[in-house]
C-alpha cells in the first residue's frame, strides 16, 4: 500500500528554504524554513519581488538569468548547486546553496521557479578562514627570496 503525500505539509516541514516565484520574480510560495533564513514572514514575502533577498550588485546578474531560464526552459542549476550571496531582511549579508527546479503549464511554458536553498554562511566563513591560515603557513615554508 503506497501513503499518499501531502506535498504542503512536507514543504513546510523540511529544513531547507523552499522559494517559488512566478514568471515575474513574484514570490508564490515561502516555507518557514525561508522565514527563519531571510527573515520576512510569508505575509511579508509573498507577492514581492526576489529582490528582498538578493544584494544590489547581485541584481542584474540574477535577472539576466532567470529571464533566460523562463525564456528557455533550461537551467544548469537543477543539479549543479548555485553557491551566491544573499541579504536578511535586517541587512546582513547571507552566503546561500542552492538547486532550482521549474514547473510548467501544460503547453510546456515554464510558470515558476522552486528553489530549495541552504544557509551555507557559517560554513564558508570557515572555509575562507582555513584558506587564509594555509596561506600564512605556506608562507612562512617559502624560502626566502634571494637577494639580486
Known sequence: MQATID??????AVGDAV???DASGAITLWNPAAQRMFGFTEKEALG???DIIIP????QRHWDGYQKTMATGQTKYGNDVLRVPAVHKDGHGLSIAFTVALLYTPDKKVSAIVAVIRDETTRFAEDRNLRKRLMELESQLAPPASAP
Open 7 to 12: 506535498f504542503k505539509q512536507l514543504v513546510e
Open 56 to 59: 544590489q550588485r547581485q541584481q
Open 48 to 50: 514581492q519581488s526576489l
Open 19 to 21: 522559494v517559488a516565484s
